[in-house]
């Protein structure tokens, strides 16, 4: 997806450090969490405690879900000399049964691994396209519950592998291990929180393994180059590269620096590099592939045709013909 990170704190290890208020969770929020998600709480703030790197990934086990793990997918992707295509829609932006109809054609139209964004109150990181698509959805009635219970529905249906979007709030009113089981449970192949704290990165990831789904991180223009070598090695599926210092949303280009970050973050690691933000054209794909991107994340763009629509059928029509122009661009 497209999406814009603030100046990232050096306690983030998927971004550059936003302002102190960007990581405050709202204390109405925590005032109404359920008794039983309450509990995990404290559990989260021993997290914080620690300060260790994350440790070594241990093996995902087998899954008996039709599509392929993300890294399975971004590694297949690879060896053949293709680019993935990974479109993000907001879940429930109109309704749920839109959204679950979009992921059947996202698949359809040739998605390799579909980003899912769930509906959150505060998205700091998102633009106003994106910002306005999770309003509609809340509006609508969208919860993590009902966006976790669609997905139990349409994942088997689906070859491509689908990874939530979320900001690490709803992970914590949840409780990490709860979260990651339900995800797990609803056919979730992998997790993307732009603001997960660097504290719990390691705790976030070992409740992530357990449950086979891959917490992809981010780096970003800003991220000093140590703290980068932690992203590489932390993240699994693929290494999100942020094209942008900012928010996301639509760009003109795409920034000349992409084709040497690109390089940069390949020569620390070998696994797959996908780059997001700004990205809204088929001539930026081709450009991304052709500077050596593993993978092309298109948000903003994407969730126009859904959104904008002035109907659910027109908004498919529209979002079809969009993403097959966007898949044909690609290698």
Not at 170 to 178: E, K, L, N, S, T
Not at 204 to 225: D, I, Q, Y
């Amino acid at each position: 997806m497209a999406f814009a990170i603030k100046a990232a704190p050096t306690s983030t290890l998927s971004r550059p450090v936003p302002s102190s208020s960007s990581l405050t969770w709202r204390s109405s929020s925590a005032a109404k969490m359920p008794a039983r998600k309450r509990k995990a709480v404290p559990a989260i703030r021993a997290v914080a405690a620690a300060s260790a790197p994350p440790a070594p990934a241990p093996a995902i086990r087998p899954t008996t879900k039709r599509s392929l793990s993300v890294s399975q997918t971004m590694s297949r992707l690879k060896a053949e000399g293709k680019t993935a295509f990974i479109p993000y829609i907001t879940a429930g932006d109109p309704d749920l049964a839109t959204t679950a109809a979009a992921l059947r054609l996202l698949d359809a139209c040739g998605a390799d691994v579909i980003e899912l964004g769930v509906p959150f109150s505060d998205p700091y990181a998102d633009g106003p396209v994106i910002q306005a698509s999770m309003a509609r959805a809340l509006d609508g009635g969208a919860t993590t519950d009902a966006v976790l219970a669609m997905l139990r529905e349409v994942t088997p249906e689906l070859s491509c592998p689908v990874v939530l979007f979320t900001y690490f709030n709803p992970i914590v009113r949840w409780g990490m291990a709860d979260f990651a089981a339900a995800a797990e449970e609803a056919g979730v192949r992998g997790l993307i929180v732009p603001d997960l704290p660097y504290v719990a990165t390691c705790a976030m990831r070992s409740e992530a393994l357990k449950n086979n789904l891959e917490l992809v991180l981010l780096t970003t223009p800003a991220t000093p180059e140590e703290r980068m070598k932690e992203i590489t090695r932390a993240s699994e599926g693929f290494v999100y590269l942020v094209s942008v210092n900012g928010v996301t949303g639509p760009r003109a280009n795409v920034s000349t620096r992409v084709e040497s970050l690109i390089q940069e973050v390949k020569q620390v690691t070998d696994k797959p590099v996908a780059v997001g933000f700004g990205i809204s054209k088929p001539e930026h794909v081709k450009q991304l592939a052709g500077w050596g991107a593993d993978g092309v994340i298109i948000g903003s763009a994407m969730v126009r045709q859904l959104g904008e629509a002035a109907s659910p059928k027109e908004g498919l029509k529209q979002l079809e013909e969009y993403a097959r122009s966007m898949k044909n661009a690609l290698p």
